[in-house]
């Protein structure tokens, strides 16, 4: 089993849509759970960053972690074209120190 | 906006050549890192880099990769003699807190093509 599952998409949405976009793991350990943002041939952006259960909003984002169930979601609001990019979930914490451990990542296209 | 920084953004190298691809962490950042990401795959932690030395490093960091910090705002990672397969992009990251904290900012990365 992969210690972090992500469905690599691609999605394609039309804009205003409302995006879900999620990712599930094996490590009970991982407490740090983070969204990344990247774009074609770039580094990844940190979207949103969160630690242990709960959820996290930042404008048209919402992070939600369910450690009971090993899950964590990524809410996207009133999509936009601007937000086409590949979203890559990420986590860290336990004996695994303070290196991340990356999803394979979604592709989403917002389509007008 | 503080930011990492990264160069070259691409490098072109023959096999058998060494490397050096150089990053900038952001200034009060004290955990540095490099990541790499082959085309179509997913990003992969190599080195985690703490108060001038490694705190951690995947089994993909073996004996032709090394990581300095030369001055006080310079950290590199130098590949000793390049393979086919170290084509790849590679994301130099860091963080501020040492509490476990991993609210990593990455660079643009560097493009590096092995031929």
């Known amino acids: 089993q992969k210690e972090v599952e992500q469905d690599p998409g691609p999605l394609s949405v039309p804009e205003g849509a409302i995006v879900s976009l999620n990712c599930t793991y094996s490590?009970?350990?991982?407490?740090?759970f983070m969204w990344y943002r990247q774009y074609s041939r770039k580094g990844p952006e940190l979207l949103m960053y969160?630690?242990?259960?709960g959820n996290k909003e930042d404008g048209r984002f919402t992070a939600q972690v369910d450690k009971s169930s090993k899950y964590i979601s990524l809410f996207i609001r009133d999509s936009q074209p601007s937000d086409s990019a590949t979203y890559l979930c990420?986590?860290?914490?336990?004996?695994?120190?303070?290196?991340?451990?990356f999803g394979t990542g979604t592709q989403l296209k917002v389509e007008l | 906006e503080p930011e990492v920084t990264q160069t070259p953004s691409h490098q072109v190298t023959q096999m058998g050549q060494e490397v050096i691809l150089r990053c900038v962490p952001i200034?009060?950042?004290?955990?540095f890192y490099w990541y790499r990401q082959i085309l179509g795959q997913k990003v992969e932690f190599l080195v985690s880099?703490?108060?001038?030395?490694?705190?951690?490093k995947s089994e993909i960091f073996d004996d032709q990769f090394s990581v300095e910090r030369p001055d006080g705002s310079n950290f590199t990672l130098k590949i000793r003699s390049t393979k086919l397969e170290d084509s790849a992009m590679y994301f130099c990251?860091?963080?501020?807190?040492?509490?476990?904290?991993?609210?990593?900012?990455f660079g643009q990365g560097t493009r590096l093509t092995v031929v």
């Open positions: 990251a860091s963080s501020e807190d040492l509490s476990g904290n991993t609210e990593a900012f």
């Open positions: 490590n009970s350990a991982f407490q740090y």
């Open positions: 969160t630690y242990s259960s």
């Open positions: 990420a986590m860290s914490g336990g004996g695994g120190g303070n290196k991340l451990t």
């Open positions: 200034s009060n950042h004290l955990y």
């Open positions: 880099f703490y108060n001038n030395e490694i705190s951690e």
